[in-house]
């Protein structure tokens, strides 16, 4: 019962990153195959080689990533202190993580 308020799995799946660097739009979106949806209190590390793309351009990458999904207990505060606009800090990384 413990484990099931905390344990987190993990599942690996393909996606399609895309990336523009133009005048309009400064983005980067992950689309997940086969209808895999994120939810609150989910991790999502996507692999692969770091991206660069020039100004004025959109590009399409083919990766894996790894979902690490929240247990119960992590889910729910999720949904607590969002809908309630407890969260105020939301931290985004887009950096090459070195591996030994």
């Given at each position: ?28 979106h992950v689309r ?18 770091p991206v660069a ?10 990766r894996k990533a ?35």
């Amino acid at each position: 019962m413990i484990d099931s308020l905390f344990a987190k799995r993990a599942e690996d799946v393909c996606c399609t990153v895309e990336v523009s660097n133009t005048f309009e739009s400064l983005h980067a979106h992950v689309r997940f195959d086969g209808g895999v949806t994120v939810e609150p209190g989910d991790e999502v590390l996507v692999h692969g080689a770091p991206v660069a793309v020039p100004y004025g351009e959109t590009a399409y990458f083919r990766r894996k990533a790894t979902i690490r999904r929240a247990g119960w207990l992590e889910r729910t505060w999720t949904r607590l202190t969002g809908d309630l606009e407890f969260m105020e800090l939301c931290e985004f990384s887009f950096s090459e993580r070195a591996t030994l």
